[in-house]
């Protein structure tokens, strides 16, 4: 168990809807990342917050937004959905300058 | 930008025989390299990561991994794999702690008895 959970575990919707994800990062770490894992692009690195702040973006969709909470919490909102969207979300979390990156057990999302 | 490429992406492999997965990188500056393990309807673990140092990383369950800055690589070795170690394994690169990891593609280790 990394310490870093996510929510839900599965995820079935159909094209054009919104789902929200959610990500609760290890006690103390400040970082949140969130990634993409599908079998046609593999392990895609989306966006990165940092105590509440956008840090980093990756391939990121303009379909797609995250946001940090004050709590830490983040949660990863994809909207206008599409097929190729379905795909393994994680998130993983980190403390601030460390190299480790500790990951959930993602969100399985299944667009139909 | 950083890349990492993951020569094979399926090795089967016996039992108790050794096994080695490559990965090799390309940066034009310096690197943090991992290995990460995905088992079955799992997350990612952290198997073992070089920083500097010693080139030679132990991680963990009897894992080990090389960086060879001249050949760019940072292969990954267990001298006797278990039918419990079948996974993804993948190599991820980054510049920098707090930043994001570029990953491979993964080699999908099938150990076999």
């Known amino acids: 168990d990394s310490g870093v959970t996510q929510t839900p575990k599965h995820l079935i919707t159909a094209t054009g809807q919104r789902v929200t994800l959610r990500c609760s990062p290890r006690s103390g770490d400040l970082s949140v990342y969130w990634y993409q894992q599908s079998l046609d692009q593999g392990l895609q690195f989306l966006i990165q917050?940092?105590?509440?702040?956008?840090?980093a973006k990756g391939n990121i969709l303009e379909r797609f937004s995250a946001q940090q909470f004050p709590d830490l919490h983040s949660e990863l909102n994809l909207s206008s959905l599409e097929l190729g969207d379905s795909a393994l979300y994680f998130c993983?979390?980190?403390?601030?300058?460390?190299?480790?990156?500790?990951f959930g057990p993602g969100t399985r999302l299944t667009v139909l | 930008a950083q890349s990492v490429t993951q020569l094979d992406s399926q090795v089967p492999v016996f039992e108790e025989a050794p096994v080695e997965l490559r990965c090799n990188y390309s940066?034009?500056?310096?690197?943090?390299l991992f290995w990460y393990v995905q088992y079955p309807n799992q997350g990612l673990q952290l198997l073992l990561k070089?920083?500097?140092?010693?080139?030679l990383v132990k991680g963990i369950n009897g894992f080990e991994a090389e960086f060879n800055k001249s050949q760019t690589s940072f292969h990954l070795r267990k001298p006797s794999v278990h039918i419990s170690d079948t996974a993804e394994y993948f190599c991820?690169?980054?510049?920098?702690?707090?930043?994001?990891?570029?990953f491979g593609k993964g080699t999908s280790l099938l150990v076999t008895p």
């Open positions: 940066s034009s500056v310096s690197v943090y």
């Open positions: 993983a979390s980190g403390r601030e300058n460390t190299d480790t990156q500790y």
């Open positions: 070089y920083l500097s140092g010693s080139t």
């Open positions: 917050y940092y105590n509440g702040e956008e840090r």
């Open positions: 991820a690169v980054t510049t920098d702690s707090g930043y994001a990891l570029n």
